[in-house]
């Protein structure tokens, strides 16, 4: 059975940091691109993170930030650890959310993979998220 499990949200002051991660297992993680997202209240879903699969056609496809969060956010995947992880650093309140990994298998560029999002695309596999709320 896939699962993603997401972790390390919780609270941080403006201007702090934190890590998110996404624990995958019940499937082979390196032949889906993966994407973390995130969903404020009353706001449309918002891809911020994406990077490309390990193998296959998206091999070697890089990684990919809106400008919202660009010089900011650094998305990391180890497939050993089966594993994907989200560095945020000068957090905003606007980033306070709820911040989803996702996984896809039929996608071609890792700006598709973010914005997809917008769209209500369905994923893959998703987590059930975790919430990142950032105080001022």
């Known amino acids: 059975q896939p699962q993603l499990v997401e972790s390390g949200g919780g609270s941080v002051q403006t201007g702090g940091s934190t890590r998110l991660s996404c624990v995958t297992s019940?499937?082979?993680?390196?032949?889906?691109?993966v994407g973390w997202f995130r969903q404020a209240p009353g706001k449309e879903r918002e891809g911020v993170s994406c990077?490309?699969?390990?193998?296959?056609?998206?091999?070697?496809?890089?990684?990919y930030y809106p400008d919202s969060v660009k010089g900011r956010f650094t998305i990391l995947r180890d497939d050993a650890k089966n594993t994907v992880y989200l560095q945020m650093n000068n957090l905003k309140p606007e980033d306070t959310a709820l911040y989803y990994c996702a996984v896809e298998r039929n996608v071609d560029t890792v700006q598709k993979m973010c914005a997809l999002a917008a769209a209500g695309y369905e994923y893959d596999y998703w987590g059930q998220g975790t919430q990142v709320t950032v105080s001022s």
């Open positions: 990077i490309s699969a390990s193998r296959g056609n998206m091999a070697h496809g890089g990684v």
């Open positions: 019940g499937f082979s993680i390196g032949s889906y691109a």
